[in-house]
């Protein structure tokens, strides 16, 4: 099998491509040979030791994957070799094979293509436990979403529609909010050229957003929180930007708002069963086309490094997957 490898901590170009062993599954693991992996943020961070999870060196990146079951491990009935699958991992999806706990590896729906199924389970699982379960967002609500044209972003939109609220997609240029009004949004806000603050008072009568979704942080999370509505739901999903704000908190108590954390990953760790019901939601979603992940670019496994750079660089629309 070939891997991309994390040797030692550092940007993108210090990544290496190997040759290793096959893999093996113990008792309880399954073994997949990967067709697609998405790429997300985090994959960004953790290479660089920027990341709340800290794996051992070396390991190879990659969290999502969508793939073939090479073999089984002991324990292991509701997959078989041959099996189209997908996976969630901790990291090990830049690779041609990868090796994941059974728990972790559900089959693949039919008619669905590997690399829209690599791309989904990271960004829709956030944005749905996000939106739904912390955020609580209902028919009619209003939700702003700030870095709209990313991956979770754009599930974001989807999945706010899904469900019948109105939405609000803010991004930097006009190129990626046409691609938001192409995914469901209903008014858009280019924050580098329009008055973010001002904009959202427009498009909400005054009354503000009753949920807004920030995977962003950075200079736009206050003045989006000082727009918010009463009794508003402010959702901290990450902090793409780089910097993490510090907000006021007279601002919550002054509109009886809520700051609430979103660690999906986390989620899903403890509270399996409520994941798997809320992915299958999506699928079927998925299925009647009310959600469609948007992949703007794909790589050889050899071009992983400049696919993280790209991510980086903040050039990505959607979803981008690399396809060993």
């Known amino acids: 099998m070939k891997a991309v490898l994390c040797k030692a901590w550092g940007p993108p170009d210090s990544l290496s491509l190997e040759t290793l062993p096959d893999l093996v599954p113990g008792d309880g693991e399954v073994v997949i040979d990967v067709k697609a992996a998405?790429?997300?943020?985090?994959?960004?961070?953790?290479?660089?030791?920027?990341?709340?999870?800290?794996?051992?060196?070396?390991?190879?990146?990659?969290?999502?994957?969508?793939?073939?079951?090479?073999?089984?491990g002991a324990g292991v009935t509701h997959v078989k070799p041959?099996?189209?699958?997908?996976?969630?991992?901790?990291?090990?999806?830049?690779?041609?094979?990868?090796?994941?706990?059974?728990?972790a590896v559900v089959p693949m729906p039919p008619g669905i293509d590997f690399d829209v199924a690599a791309a989904f389970t990271l960004t829709y699982g956030t944005s749905h436990h996000a939106v739904v379960d912390r955020g609580e967002l209902k028919a009619g609500e209003t939700m702003l979403v700030l870095g709209a044209a990313g991956g979770v972003g754009l599930?974001?939109?989807?999945?706010?529609?899904?469900?019948?609220?109105r939405v609000i997609a803010a991004a930097s240029t006009d190129e990626k909010l046409a691609v938001c009004k192409a995914h469901g949004a209903d008014a858009v806000i280019n924050y580098s050229t329009e008055d973010l603050r001002e904009r959202i008072k427009a498009l909400t009568d005054g009354k503000g957003p009753d949920v807004i979704y920030d995977?962003?942080?950075?200079?736009?999370?206050?003045?989006?929180?000082?727009s918010i509505a009463w009794r508003g739901r402010y959702l901290v999903v990450g902090f793409a930007n780089g910097e993490i704000p510090k907000i006021p908190l007279?601002?919550?108590?002054?509109?009886?708002?809520?700051?609430?954390?979103?660690?999906?990953?986390?989620?899903?760790?403890?509270?399996?069963?409520?994941?798997?019901?809320?992915?299958?939601?999506?699928?079927?979603?998925?299925?009647?086309?009310?959600?469609?992940p948007h992949i703007s670019a794909r790589y050889p496994l050899d071009q992983?490094?400049?696919?993280?750079?790209d991510m980086e660089a903040r050039k990505v629309t959607?979803?981008?997957?690399?396809?060993p």
């Not at 794996?55 to 994957?65: A, I, K, N, T």
């Not at 959607?318 to 396809?323: F, W």
Request: charge should be positive.
């Open 82 to 103: 041959g099996d189209k699958v997908i996976a969630y991992l901790g990291n090990g999806a830049f690779a041609t094979q990868a090796k994941a706990p059974a728990k």
């Open 250 to 292: 007279n601002l919550a108590l002054l509109k009886g708002a809520s700051l609430v954390g979103v660690f999906w990953g986390d989620f899903a760790r403890r509270e399996p069963k409520a994941n798997q019901a809320n992915m299958a939601q999506m699928l079927g979603w998925m299925r009647e086309g009310k959600i469609r």
């Open 215 to 226: 995977p962003v942080g950075g200079i736009y999370a206050e003045p989006a929180f000082r």
């Open 318 to 323: 959607g979803k981008i997957v690399i396809q």
């Open 155 to 165: 599930a974001a939109i989807e999945i706010g529609k899904a469900i019948g609220a």
């Open 38 to 72: 998405g790429v997300n943020f985090p994959d960004v961070l953790i290479i660089q030791n920027k990341y709340q999870a800290k794996p051992e060196l070396p390991f190879s990146p990659g969290s999502e994957l969508a793939g073939v079951v090479n073999a089984v």
């Open 304 to 309: 992983a490094p400049q696919a993280l750079k």
